[in-house]
């Protein structure tokens, strides 16, 4: 059985930074599309970052949101089967539950074309 499990949340002050690790087992997702996912309340679930294949062209590219780009990485470590998604200067609308997501093709932005999903993990960024 896939599993995605996140962790690394917290409560953390304005300009603070966190760490994300989503960790997968069950199968091998080292060809597979690994993306980050945010919901706040009261809002629809949005795209942060994917690392995975590229359309056209062979090549292991990076994507990020527009609101996130040059504050947040996300990174892959194969060997572990692990994603990260460092976050720093947080500021208090990056407030969310953070969903790690997985899909078997090239990056898409959105939710419903990824196959499994983690249970999400809270960032709570105050003033």
């Known amino acids: 059985q896939v599993q995605l499990v996140e962790s690394g949340g917290g409560l953390v002050q304005a300009g603070d930074s966190l760490r994300l690790s989503c960790a997968a087992s069950?199968?091998?997702?080292?060809?597979?599309?690994m993306a980050w996912f945010r919901q706040a309340p009261g809002k629809e679930r949005e795209f942060v970052a994917a690392r995975g294949w590229s359309g056209s062209v062979t090549y292991y590219a990076t994507y990020y949101a527009d609101s996130v780009k040059g504050r947040f990485t996300i990174s892959r470590d194969t060997a572990k089967n692990t994603v990260y998604l460092q976050m720093n200067s947080l500021k208090p609308e990056d407030t969310a539950v953070y969903y790690c997501a997985a899909r078997g093709g090239t990056v898409v932005r959105i939710p419903s074309e990824y196959n499994y999903w983690g249970q999400g993990t809270q960032v709570t960024v105050s003033s």
């Open positions: 069950g199968r091998t997702f080292s060809s597979y599309t």
